[in-house]
């Protein structure tokens, strides 16, 4: 037979938790798949696979098909070869039992390469990083991106009643946080507390989160983390698929329905193509004792993807929409400090609501859009460019309950607040491996924007530039157990402020900064221990600068500073994972986050007085915070069949400057609970039956800043049961699932929930989903 | 075998993508600049007029002609004479834009149910009577009756309220407030 050289590269599929090299022959993950040749389609006979780490390796049959049995979740080393061969060496990350293909290209040269076309696995972030998967981030996405996230420790959200939830990592959120929505960053209006992240969860396969400052992988101003929302890669092996998820939730009525279909040609136009839509809808919420009323909410999403896949390169073009109409709580609707107060005094909604999907002012209506391009070639055997631009549009508008005064019809309908944002961002990445046993990306990142605001002067007009260039190596040599990562980035902003409402400004404001980041795994036999420091650093937003009027929902009064200086964050991760087979699996991250210059609103004794009347006031500060805490997530397989799972986090916040503590900061929480898994425990692919009952605690905040309108809510225990299934036949699967959140249907208030003064949080709420695999 | 790919069902669904594709990114969103963002009308300024018997009338303003944010209100004190039954209109302007001052009482009196205006005093002001009705029957405030007895001082707050319920035993607590203007009385 003759020589034949596989590359081989494979997709990370559900991520994450350490690279475990304690392997023991009672780990139980499968990887199975089938070796093809990419042009023909023809599979492979023979070929060998094996991992490298533990000998272990199979031949795939007259088919191409193998099977490797009895892994341990990790990173890997794969090497495939055939009879004969040199082999070549790739790293793939196993969290599940995984089934995945492989499309090797024999090139028509005299030695008969083969190689892969797939992406390169991105190194495991020596920073603590989370991913929702299975179940989870199913019955997750049918509750929004925000809600599904908090089901990892450490995440919180930052909600306006129950639909609008912001994610908050390590209690940092908004313009502090980056999401990558499918590689883009999402740039919409983040700054403003009541405006949740234009995303369809739905698009998403996997959902994962980088704790801590990533100023350097991610931009400048990912001084609270990432939220990295990655859809499935597309089909590449020929035919036709797709996937149909159905909901419906018992409370608020909710149901939805998202649906994806997809393709692709083999032979020598390997195209392929994705169309995905989502629907959803919902009436009025139902806390225990009342109806909140205008609390419903339609969402329509849809997008599509086309995929070009060569050898050498690959290049594709992604749209998605984005849009919702969203009811705000009308009881939550106050026009001013007395209104407030009455609301706070009476504690609960004027009256007890009815259901209706109908939805009236006040209510948002939003609409983000993004089309995306993206190519990547091989530039040689050992590196790799990318290159991504994307346009992103988002308006939002905002109606008060009160339509506009003036008598014009089309003032009818308008809205009270109309912001209206257009980016274009460039990305470029070349990966590389230069040096034996290094790996590494250089690249550079340029953002255009313009924002406008067409009714409502709470902000101003402006528009800004970034560019940014950085630079990241990573080192380890087998078996070295110590995995080194460094990276420098430097990024300059400039912001012109032209107007706002009527006035000029006409402010030219620049800022650069140089970020870094060092990091080292040490990896043990069961254990693997991550350490880094890295630091990021974020110009003032404009609404930090200018705002001047009163934030109605919240009844203040707030004033910008246009001297603001840019923050800068300095952080600290500290994380063990810790993974006995059939034992228990331990996650556990310190972190301690200085933030110097820290922006924030510190109240003012002297409240503003409006035609409304007085409203207290606050004015945008500048301080040095630190953020210190711990999370953890931990699983304990008492039998084999039950599982304890327990997770937390509890963070501690201090304003130094001032001496206080910071609004807005997660109260200690910690969920408990079991799992029973049906069915046998041997190897199988997939998520067996099961059966979960989980216990949240959430502490009263005792360490929030005075000049809140009302005290912090107490502290409360909520309980959740899940329970889920997966049918196979042939090849179709069919994902079943029915979960209880709020079980007892208790009455409580979270301090996180800006709405807190105005209704207890939703009560019971069934959920039931089926998803269709074909 | 070229032939039979070309018509397959995944070459026809990539292709009418593909077609979509073109249709669509042609017809991207765009930022409509509508530009005239103060063209939004607010209550900047409550006008109460007193008129005695007789038919003297003596106005007194509330004014925030910049809105919520910059200079602070400019707010006239009120004087009446004692032991005098007055009639007290109430009115609301938009005197943002001085060369264009709209009657936004208009409007109020138009969705005259979904408003009401309600007073509160403090010291020697006395209470006054709501004068009007909705199309309802209930309540609206715009004109009113005062009627003063001895001299005195005190407070005379105004607040126009939007959808408040006016069934409720408090209505005034209800509802959201449009505008609350607080002026000083002097009673002589």
């Given at each position: ?16 938790f350490?690279a475990s ?7 139980t ?8 040749e990419?042009?023909?389609?023809q599979?492979?006979?023979?070929a ?8 272990k390796?199979?031949i795939a049959?007259?088919?191409g098909?193998?099977?490797i ?17 040199e ?13 995945r ?8 040269v ?6 892969v076309?797939e992406k390169?696995?991105?190194?495991a ?17 049918a509750?929004?991106?925000?809600e599904a996230l ?17 994610p908050?990592?390590?209690?940092l ?10 590689g ?5 209006q983040q ?5 949740a ?9 996997k959902?994962?989160?980088?704790k801590?400052a990533?100023?350097?992988r991610?931009?400048?101003d990912?001084i609270?983390?990432v ?5 499935e890669?597309l ?10 998820a159905?909901?419906?939730f018992s409370?608020?009525?909710?149901g ?8 692709a040609?083999g ?7 994705r ?9 009025n ?8 009323r205008n609390?419903?909410?339609?969402e329509?999403?849809y ?17 998605s ?7 705000i709580l009308r ?62 549009f ?5 109606f ?5 005064f ?13 912001f209206?944002i ?12 230069w040096?034996?046993n290094t790996r ?8 255009h924007?313009?924002n406008?605001?067409d ?8 528009s ?6 950085y630079w990241?190596e990573?080192?380890?040599k087998?078996?070295s ?18 107007t ?6 006409g402010?030219?404001?620049q ?12 990896h ?15 110009a ?8 001047d009027g009163?934030?109605?929902?919240a ?6 500073d246009?001297?603001l200086?840019?923050?800068?964050a ?6 063990t ?10 996650t ?13 609103l510190?109240?003012q004794?002297?409240?503003?007085l409006?035609?409304?009347g007085?409203?207290?006031a ?5 301080t040095?915070?630190?953020l ?6 931990a699983q304990?397989?008492l039998?084999p069949?039950?599982t304890l799972e327990?997770q937390?986090?509890?963070l501690r ?15 200690d ?13 041997a190897?199988?692919?997939?998520e067996?039956p ?6 949240t ?9 005075q ?9 409360y225990t ?15 699967t069919?994902e ?11 009455h ?10 105005f ?8 959920l ?7 | ?28 969103n765009?930022?409509?600049?509508d530009n ?6 607010l209550i ?19 004014k925030d002609t910049?809105?919520?944010g ?14 005098t039954?007055?009639?007290l209109?109430v009115?609301?302007?938009?005197e943002?834009?001085a ?5 936004i009482?208009v409007?109020v ?8 205006v309600?007073f509160?005093?403090?010291g020697?002001v ?6 009007d ?50 002026f000083?009385v002097?009673?002589?």
């Open positions: 037979m003759q020589l034949r050289e596989f590359m081989l590269a494979a997709l990370m599929l559900l991520q994450t350490a090299k304690g392997f023991t022959q009672t780990c993950l499968q990887l199975n798949g089938q070796i093809l990419s042009h023909s389609r599979p492979l006979s023979f060998t696979i094996s991992i490298k780490e533990i000998n390796g199979a049959d007259e088919k098909r193998f099977s049995e009895g892994l341990c979740p990790g990173n890997y080393t794969v090497v495939c070869s055939m009879v004969g061969c082999h070549a060496e790739h790293e793939v990350r196993v969290e599940q039992s995984l089934i293909d492989f499309y090797l290209e024999a090139t028509a005299e030695l008969g390469r083969v190689e076309v390169a696995i991105a190194p972030s020596t920073q603590p990083q989370q991913a929702l998967q299975g179940a989870s981030l199913e019955s997750g996405k509750l929004g991106l925000g908090k089901r990892l420790p450490g995440i919180t959200t930052l909600n306006t009643g129950h639909s609008i939830s912001k908050t990592i390590q209690g959120n908004g313009n502090r946080i980056v999401i990558l929505n499918n883009v960053r999402l740039e919409a700054w403003g507390d009541e405006h992240p234009e995303i369809d969860p739905f698009i998403a396969s959902v994962s989160v980088i801590g990533a100023g350097v991610y931009g400048a990912a609270g983390g939220i990295l929302v990655e859809p890669p089909r590449e092996k020929p035919g036709i698929g797709g996937q149909v159905v909901a419906a409370n608020g009525r909710t939805l329905v998202s649906a994806a279909i997809e393709g040609l032979g020598k136009l390997p195209l392929s193509a169309l995905q839509g989502t629907f959803k809808r919902g009436g919420v139902q806390s225990p004792d009342y109806f909140q609390t419903g909410l339609e329509l999403n997008s599509w993807a086309l995929g070009l896949k060569k050898e050498k390169f690959s290049t594709a073009l992604y749209f929409i984005f849009s919702t109409e969203l009811g009881d939550a609707h106050i026009g001013n400090l007395t209104d407030l107060e009455l609301a706070i005094e009476r504690g609960r909604p004027l009256s007890d609501g009815a259901f209706t999907y109908e939805l009236g002012r006040p209510k948002q209506n939003v609409l983000h859009e993004l089309f995306k391009w993206q190519f990547s070639v091989e530039t040689g055997e050992k590196s790799k460019l990318q290159i991504e631009a994307a346009r992103q988002n308006r939002r508008q905002e008060d309950a009160h339509r506009p003036g008598n014009l019809p089309d003032e009818l309908t308008r809205p009270q607040f109309e209206e257009t980016t274009y961002t460039l990305d470029l990445n070349w990966e590389h491996r040096l034996p590494g990306s250089i690249g550079a990142q340029g953002l924007q313009r406008t605001t009714f409502g002067a709470l902000i101003p007009d402006y800004a530039q970034n560019g940014g260039v990241i990573r080192w380890r087998y078996p157990p110590w995995e080194i990562e460094a990276g420098v980035r430097y990024d300059a902003k400039r912001l012109s402020i032209s706002q409402g009527t006035d000029t400004i402010q030219d404001l800022f650069s900064n140089a970020s870094g980041t060092a990091g080292v795994i040490y043990l036999a069961e254990a693997t221990l991550r350490f880094n420091a890295g630091t990021a650093w974020r003032p937003h404009p609404n930090e600068l200018y705002s009163v934030h109605h929902g009844a203040a009064y707030e004033l910008g246009p001297n200086r840019p923050e800068r300095l952080n600290f991760s500290l994380s994972n810790w993974t006995r087979p059939k034992k228990f699996d331990a556990l991250s310190l972190y301690h986050n200085r933030i110097s210059d820290f922006i924030y510190e109240p004794s002297v409240p503003k409006t035609i409304r007085a409203f207290p606050f004015h945008y500060r500048q040095d915070a630190t210190t805490g711990f999370d953890w997530t304990v397989f039998l069949q039950l327990s937390g986090a509890v916040v201090w304003n130094r400057n001032a001496g206080d503590y910071l609004i807005f900061m997660p109260a929480r910690f969920t408990h609970g079991f799992k029973y898994t049906f069915g046998p425990t190897d199988e692919a997939g067996r099961f059966l979960r009952l989980a216990m605690n959430v502490l009263r905040q005792t360490r929030a800043p000049g809140d309108l009302a005290p912090p809510p107490p502290g909520r309980f959740d049961a899940e329970a889920g299934m997966t049918l196979q036949w042939g090849k179709k069919m079943i699932g029915f979960s209880v959140f709020n079980l007892f249907n208790a409580y208030r979270d301090y996180l929930n800006r709405f807190r003064y209704t207890d949080e939703v009560g019971r709420n069934m039931l989903r089926a998803k269709l695999i074909f | 075998m070229i032939q039979n790919k070309f018509f397959s069902l995944p070459m026809m669904f990539v292709l009418s993508l593909f077609a979509t594709t073109i249709l669509v990114s042609s017809a991207c765009r930022d409509d600049d005239n963002p103060n063209e939004e009308e900047t300024s409550v006008i109460l007029t007193f008129t005695t018997p007789g038919g003297t009338s003596t106005s007194f303003s509330f910049d809105g919520d910059g200079a602070n209100p400019v707010v006239q004190d009120i004087t009446l004479a004692a032991a039954n007055y009639t209109a009115k609301f302007l938009d943002s834009n060369a264009d001052v709209e009657d009482t409007e009196a138009e969705e005259n149910a979904e408003h009401l309600c509160s005093v403090e020697g006395p209470q006054p009577t709501v004068d009705t909705d199309d309802n029957g209930k309540p609206l405030g715009l004109q009113n009756r005062l009627t003063t007895t001895t001299s005195g001082t005190g407070k005379l707050t105004v607040s126009l309220k939007h959808q408040p319920n006016k069934g409720a035993a408090t209505p005034c607590s209800t509802g959201d407030t449009d505008v609350e203007a607080t000083n002097a009673i002589n």
